[in-house]
């Protein structure tokens, strides 16, 4: 335990974000005599290209975890939930490649390509989920989050009375296909979620993209809209952008920025629907967003086809 008698106020020290908690606070770790000491940072506290970050923006639009910030810090209450024995009263970011510091920037649009046929290791494992670790072409540790349902050993699929972890333990090698996801939507911040895992052979499944639909089968669209968004073959757009139209209670438009001054409208499924980690797939779209202004910035992340690329 660091004796703060005589040390209430650091100043000019320069610190790493190891986690994002919560979408308005991050915490960072930092050497101090000898030890790592851990500062809570609120998005209010960031400073970003000469510039304090606006009202009401979070953390994760400004940093992830790895960036690293130049602070000053005070004392604080290192028995909280967030265990942190220090205060950030000022930050930063030192990063030159971080996010931008404006959610309208095209630094927060990004093309991602899924991952097909890919190989890591078993990182956690739960009863019926779990998380594999992977490193990406630059060398960056990735997570993958995945469910029992989509695993198969050797061939066969996984028996739904089967823990993940009587056949899966940590660090076991496997490979396995998956989708670009929000980080923020699940417990482990993995940015993807597995289609499909194995060892052994790999099972048939079936990534074919959907024919014409029909105006008016709104069945066959929500099931053409799964397998466009859920195959690792597709080419996907991570950005932000606003809630246009609410069509009925089960389909609505987003108006996305994909390029600099280019906005297109996007159809979405509220089974793909996330609002603060609660699927929307049960939901009536029109009540929710009667209730949440539709003003309110979304984050997306979703199928592009190659001719929007061009």
Same mark, same amino acid.
């Given at each position: 335990?660091?004796? !703060?008698?005589?040390?209430?106020?650091?100043?000019?020290?320069?610190?790493?974000?190891?986690?994002?908690?919560?979408?308005? %606070? $991050?915490?960072? +770790?930092?050497?101090?005599?000898?030890?790592? +000491?851990?500062?809570?940072?609120? =998005?209010?506290?960031?400073?970003?290209?000469?510039? @304090?970050? $606006?009202?009401?923006?979070?953390?994760?639009?400004?940093?992830?975890?790895?960036?690293?910030?130049? *602070?000053?810090?005070?004392? *604080?209450?290192?028995?909280?939930?967030?265990?942190?024995?220090?205060?950030?009263?000022? $930050?930063?970011?030192?990063? /030159?490649?971080?996010?931008?510091?404006? /959610?309208?920037?095209?630094?927060?649009?990004?093309?991602?390509?899924?991952?097909?046929?890919?190989?890591?290791?078993?990182?956690?494992? @739960?009863?019926?989920?779990?998380?594999?670790?992977?490193?990406?072409?630059?060398?960056?540790?990735?997570?993958?989050?995945?469910?029992?349902?989509?695993?198969?050993?050797?061939?066969?699929?996984?028996?739904?009375?089967?823990?993940?972890?009587?056949?899966?333990?940590?660090?076991?090698?496997?490979?396995?296909?998956?989708?670009?996801?929000?980080?923020?939507?699940?417990?482990?911040?993995?940015?993807?979620?597995?289609?499909?895992?194995?060892?052994?052979? !790999?099972?048939?499944?079936?990534?074919?993209?959907?024919?014409?639909?029909?105006?008016?089968?709104?069945?066959?669209?929500? !099931?053409?809209?799964?397998?466009?968004?859920?195959?690792? %073959?597709?080419?996907?757009?991570? @950005?932000?952008?606003?809630?246009?139209?609410?069509?009925?209670? +089960? *389909?609505?438009? $987003?108006?996305?920025?994909?390029?600099?001054?280019?906005?297109?409208?996007?159809?979405?499924?509220?089974?793909? =629907?996330?609002?603060?980690?609660?699927?929307?797939?049960?939901?009536?779209?029109?009540?929710?967003? %009667? +209730?949440?202004?539709?003003?309110?910035?979304?984050?997306?992340?979703?199928?592009? /086809?190659?001719? %929007?690329?061009?």
């Amino acid at each position: 335990m660091l004796d !703060k008698q005589n040390t209430t106020y650091l100043q000019n020290l320069v610190g790493k974000v190891v986690a994002i908690p919560q979408p308005y %606070k $991050a915490i960072l +770790e930092f050497p101090y005599k000898g030890k790592t +000491e851990r500062s809570l940072l609120w =998005a209010d506290r960031l400073t970003v290209n000469g510039k @304090a970050t $606006a009202p009401g923006h979070m953390v994760y639009e400004y940093l992830h975890v790895g960036s690293k910030v130049r *602070f000053s810090c005070h004392t *604080f209450n290192e028995s909280g939930i967030d265990q942190c024995g220090w205060f950030t009263t000022n $930050a930063i970011r030192q990063d /030159p490649n971080d996010i931008s510091n404006a /959610p309208s920037s095209t630094n927060l649009t990004t093309l991602v390509h899924g991952q097909f046929n890919a190989k890591g290791i078993i990182h956690h494992v @739960a009863p019926r989920q779990g998380v594999i670790a992977f490193n990406d072409e630059s060398g960056t540790e990735q997570l993958v989050m995945f469910l029992g349902s989509k695993v198969y050993l050797f061939g066969k699929r996984l028996s739904s009375k089967q823990s993940l972890q009587t056949c899966l333990p940590l660090e076991d090698r496997v490979q396995f296909d998956a989708i670009p996801t929000d980080p923020l939507e699940n417990d482990h911040r993995c940015r993807w979620f597995a289609t499909a895992v194995w060892k052994g052979q !790999k099972p048939n499944v079936d990534y074919d993209t959907p024919g014409s639909i029909n105006q008016g089968e709104s069945q066959n669209l929500v !099931k053409a809209i799964k397998q466009l968004t859920s195959s690792p %073959k597709a080419t996907f757009l991570q @950005a932000h952008g606003q809630m246009l139209s609410v069509l009925n209670q +089960e *389909f609505g438009v $987003a108006l996305v920025s994909i390029k600099p001054n280019v906005w297109e409208s996007v159809l979405f499924h509220r089974s793909s =629907a996330y609002l603060y980690k609660l699927c929307l797939k049960k939901q009536d779209l029109r009540k929710i967003f %009667k +209730e949440v202004s539709s003003s309110r910035q979304l984050r997306c992340v979703f199928h592009i /086809p190659p001719d %929007k690329l061009q």
